[in-house]
């Protein structure tokens, strides 16, 4: 959980769900100073007008414009606004970008994106989501970071709980769990922390549903280090992962709740080990 | 082939043997392990240390019989039900006709509180039931209480003596007993004002309850992880099959933490519940798991609705209702 955008390095994805649009600038200009400062090229996404006046108040701002380094978008631009996005797609085009960043002689590709109107139906958010888990990938092993805004008001709880609980970082309410690739790839291939309680009882199993991992050697390993406490329901949906995976799910952690629920529940194809 | 007072009984053969003397448990207690190895059935011994020792000196190093540590079997109704489900499905898969148990279960005479054995005697006559156990609960009369004697001579349809076996006209059918079973009593700290109430709780809240609590007292810390698993479990099944407003209450003590959840709905239909773990029942899994790892776990429907009682740490014998 965080409480600004400061800070954030060149593998960060960060969901910020944000109750009125002077929260959501304020965020996006803290991402996009830094990313400056960090010589990333900073690529603006939001809907409408609002970005060239989001964005004037910045110091040198016509001159980053001028010479690439900010890069102002419309949503329809970027994605497929509209319809259902396609997560591969998505992916690509960004990796691209990326490259071309790099090319260009940036750090990498930073990017601010308020894709609100982008998950406004159960498919599209479905395949949103799908695509957050999927960028996130990428992300992990390349200069690529984020900034996903989200307005409360307009999708609210339960939308912005299954999309912020597939970004590494997310501001205070947004979810009570994360579920994301691993940014240390000895540590596991995904990493999986905060609370999975009644609360999540819904939104956890579509998460394992949309990250769809693959697993290595018939193990799928997850850094679950930063679980602080998991209930039965949530180890019982981790166990359908392992049977979809037709792999056995390690959970790497110190804590001792998965173990004890593993041999009451008599789990085969879950394992809990502490961390290497 | 099933042997003994047993042959051709269906399913489990469940005894109550009463003795009033070591001589007296040895005569019931031995013949019936003696015939077992006999027959080569597999025999097993789950006894507390005293009767256990009282059979190694009267049997010797008998080839065959299977010594459990007892106080590790019955630490706890649904567990001792897990564990003996898979050591009987495992003799079953080896080809076992019967399986001969002789088990000390636990009662304030030993230390330990009653009530929810008194579940376990009654419903291991349905949970052990597609095995062929026979099993034999010996009871002191020089120390069992008399109201759980009286427990006894209801959960257990058939009687051991040393003069034989047969069935018991005492016995009730598992179901009517524990929907007449009165409610357990209240633990000695609940005497003083709860150190928490929470009116409208969260699985959140009442974790971070038992962590704050659990920073002041003695209990161990896998216990407390037990617990935070177990108040967590209890609010997610208040706020699912029960009604609204879910409170919680804890007390805090040295040696245990007491947390009692609350909603105004009726509570689980299965007379079984907690004990078995029941996949297809409303919040019978999470009722179930909460069983395994509390220290003690009470339920009770009033007229303001449902209570489940849960106790890490050493719990105190219960105040009488």
Redesign the interface.
């Known amino acids: 959980m965080v409480v600004t955008a400061v800070g954030l390095g060149p593998h960060d994805h960060l969901c910020w769900a944000y109750d009125d649009a002077a929260e959501f600038r304020d965020r996006a200009i803290e991402f996009v100073t830094e990313g400056l400062a960090g010589g990333y090229r900073i690529c603006y996404v939001v809907d409408g007008e609002s970005a060239r006046a989001d964005l004037a108040g910045l110091e040198g701002i016509q001159d980053a414009i001028h010479r690439g380094a900010v890069q102002i978008d419309s949503l329809a631009e970027r994605y497929t606004a509209g319809n259902v996005i396609d997560p591969e797609r998505q992916v690509e085009a960004y990796a691209v970008a990326t490259e071309s960043a790099l090319a260009a002689g940036f750090a990498g590709l930073r990017v601010v994106a308020d894709a609100t109107h982008l998950v406004g139906s159960a498919e599209q958010l479905d395949a949103f989501a799908r695509y957050e888990s999927l960028v996130d990938r990428y992300m992990a092993g390349n200069p690529f970071s984020a900034l996903c805004a989200y307005d409360r008001a307009e999708l609210g709880d339960h939308a912005i709980a299954q999309l912020a609980c597939l970004h590494p970082n997310a501001n205070s309410g947004a979810t ?1 769990f994360h579920l994301h690739s691993s940014r240390d790839a000895d540590a596991g291939e995904l990493e999986l922390s905060g ?1 999975l ?3 999540s ?1 819904e939104v956890f199993p579509l998460a394992l549903l949309r990250t769809d991992p693959r697993p290595i050697g018939g193990e799928l390993v997850i850094d679950a280090t930063g679980l602080d ?1 998991v ?3 949530s180890m019982l949906a981790i166990s359908e992962l392992a049977g979809r995976s037709q792999a056995t799910v390690v959970l790497r952690t110190s ?3 998965p173990a ?2 593993i041999e ?2 008599g789990l085969c194809n879950v394992r809990a080990e502490p961390p290497g | 082939m099933r042997t003994g007072a047993a042959a051709g009984h269906q399913g489990y053969f469940h005894e109550a043997a009463l003795y009033g003397s070591d001589d007296e448990f040895l005569a019931i207690v031995v013949p019936f392990l003696e015939d077992g190895l006999k027959a080569g059935e597999p025999t097993l011994v789950v006894l507390d240390e005293p009767n256990e020792k009282l059979i190694r000196g009267a049997m010797g190093r008998a080839a065959g019989l299977s010594f459990l540590n007892g106080a590790a079997q019955y630490a706890r109704p649904a567990s001792a039900i ?1 564990k003996q489900r898979s050591m009987l499905a495992s003799h079953v898969a080896d080809g076992a006709a019967q399986i001969r148990v002789v088990g000390d279960v636990p009662h304030p005479g030993t230390g330990v509180c009653w009530d929810w054995w008194a579940r376990y005697e009654a419903a291991v006559n349905h949970a052990y039931d597609d095995f062929p156990l026979w099993g034999m609960c010996p009871y002191d009369t020089r120390t069992t209480p008399d109201d759980v004697l009286a427990d006894v001579a209801r959960t257990h349809p058939r009687i051991a003596s040393a003069a034989g076996h047969h069935s018991n006209d005492g016995f009730e059918d598992p179901i009517g007993f524990l929907a007449r079973l009165g409610p357990a009593g209240p633990d000695p700290l609940e005497l003083a004002p709860p150190s928490v109430e929470l009116k409208s709780c ?3 809240a009442a ?1 971070e309850a038992v962590l704050r609590a659990a920073a002041g007292s003695d209990v161990p810390a ?1 216990e407390v ?2 617990l ?2 177990a108040v ?2 209890a ?2 099944n208040a ?2 099959h029960g009604k609204p407003s879910v409170r919680l209450r804890l007390w805090a003590g040295w040696e245990r933490l007491v947390v009692t959840v609350a909603d105004r709905g009726r509570g689980p239909a299965d007379p079984f519940a907690g004990l078995v773990p029941a996949r297809n029942s409303p919040g019978g ?2 009722l179930w ?1 909460i069983h ?2 509390c220290a003690r776990v009470t339920m009770c429907v009033g007229e303001d609705g449902f209570t489940i009682r849960m106790v890490a740490g050493k719990p105190g014998l219960p105040l009488t209702l």
């Open positions: 009570p609370a309680d009644m609360v009882h406490f209930d039965h329901n804590g001792p709740m004890r629920l009451i529940l | 897990r969260t699985p959140a974790r896998a992880d037990d935070l698993i967590s479990e609010v997610a706020h699912r899994l999470g798991i395994q790892i």
